[in-house]
């Protein structure tokens, strides 16, 4: 079977297309991967062996600019036609679209040539580009049990989970180290709240035995190490972590922000999180939701992300070492992802 897989836009959308890729190809099947031209360089480094990679003329078209969002639609526009053109002599089996605006062409295209077209929702609220190709759509595959947003009612929708990269799988379920240690992160960009109130507030801290591993701005490094080192809290500050899996693992307690990739991490290897979503992003605040009705930890938006909050939070859960074990048990969901995703598509 030839499965046409369409991602893009960033590594959260990539990285789950990726890995379903892999797995398609190791059961034998023809796989094509597009993707626009943001991301085409991660995609050619990690896609599987075998794997064709198309490249789509698309970006998103939430700029505030008139002239750039005609210009955004314009291109997706033309990548469409191109795709629906392409399929008349390289028509795919089905077609696998994994969210964003790179996504838009391969769905119109399989629609127009009635394929089986599968799309994958990474949020716990559906997206702006996803709600809009829902109507070409078989089935919508969910990263969360719940979806905000889905208004059409003849799209299947089916549970999948979002699929993890392999070193998150071989920790899945790892049992709280209890060793008192702290991760910051606020993703590959950082997040200035973070920076200005979690130092403030482990300096507040009845408490200061902790090590805080703390993940921002390139720009912020210096002056975050010297914040930490001036009031003797033992501290790691990087611009960048290299080995996610294995800092989370290491952590008793995580401060981040809530994309979907970020919330299902956190729930495939167990560990308790409180979560800060971006606040001109419904998607991250729906995400943070979920994760905090399972009872793993706290979902606060960022106006009640306060220094005194927070520091009140942290005195609680690090003096009751217990109820981290608590959470990080509740935490917890199984990640099958790939494999659901792969059998519902060969179906």
Not at 3 to 8: D, E
Request: hydrophobic letters at 45%.
């Amino acid at each position: 079977m030839k499965v046409w897989i369409a991602t893009g836009g960033t590594g959260g959308h990539v990285f789950p297309a990726l890995s379903v890729a892999e797995e398609l190809v190791k059961r034998g099947n023809k796989v094509v991967i597009s993707c626009d031209g943001r991301v085409r360089e991660m995609v050619k480094k990690n896609a599987p062996q075998g794997a064709r990679i198309v490249h789509v003329w698309a970006s998103g078209v939430g700029a505030k600019s008139k002239i750039k969002q005609i210009w955004a639609l314009g291109k997706i526009g033309v990548s469409a036609l191109a795709l629906t053109l392409r399929f008349v002599v390289d028509r795919p089996s089905r077609v696998v679209a994994f969210g964003g605006y790179a996504s838009v062409p391969a769905v119109f295209a399989a629609h127009v040539w009635k394929i089986p077209t599968f799309l994958h929702e990474q949020n716990a609220a559906i997206g702006r580009a996803n709600k809009f190709v829902m109507r070409w759509v078989r089935t919508l595959m969910t990263s969360f049990p719940n979806v905000a947003g889905i208004t059409n009612k003849n799209t299947r929708v089916v549970y999948t989970g979002l699929p993890v990269r392999r070193d998150f799988l071989d920790v899945a379920g790892a049992p709280l180290t209890e060793n008192g240690k702290l991760l910051v992160t606020g993703g590959s960009l950082g997040a200035q709240i973070l920076d200005d109130v979690v130092p403030q507030a482990i300096v507040a801290m009845k408490n200061k035995k902790i090590f805080v591993t703390h993940q921002t701005r390139p720009e912020n490094v210096e002056r975050l190490q010297k914040f930490y080192a001036d009031n003797k809290i033992h501290a790691n500050v990087l611009s960048f972590i290299h080995n996610m899996a294995e800092t989370i693992v290491d952590a008793d307690l995580v401060i981040g922000r809530s994309g979907a990739s970020t919330v299902v991490e956190l729930q495939t290897i167990g560990r308790p999180a409180i979560l800060v979503p971006l606040n001109i992003n419904p998607d991250q605040a729906a995400n943070a939701e979920s994760f905090a009705k399972n009872g793993g930890g706290f979902a606060i938006e960022q106006s009640k992300f306060t220094v005194k909050w927070l520091t009140a939070t942290l005195n609680d859960l690090f003096d009751n070492p217990a109820r981290l074990v608590k959470m990080a048990q509740k935490a917890i969901v199984a990640n099958n992802a790939v494999n659901l995703i792969a059998d519902e598509i060969l179906k």
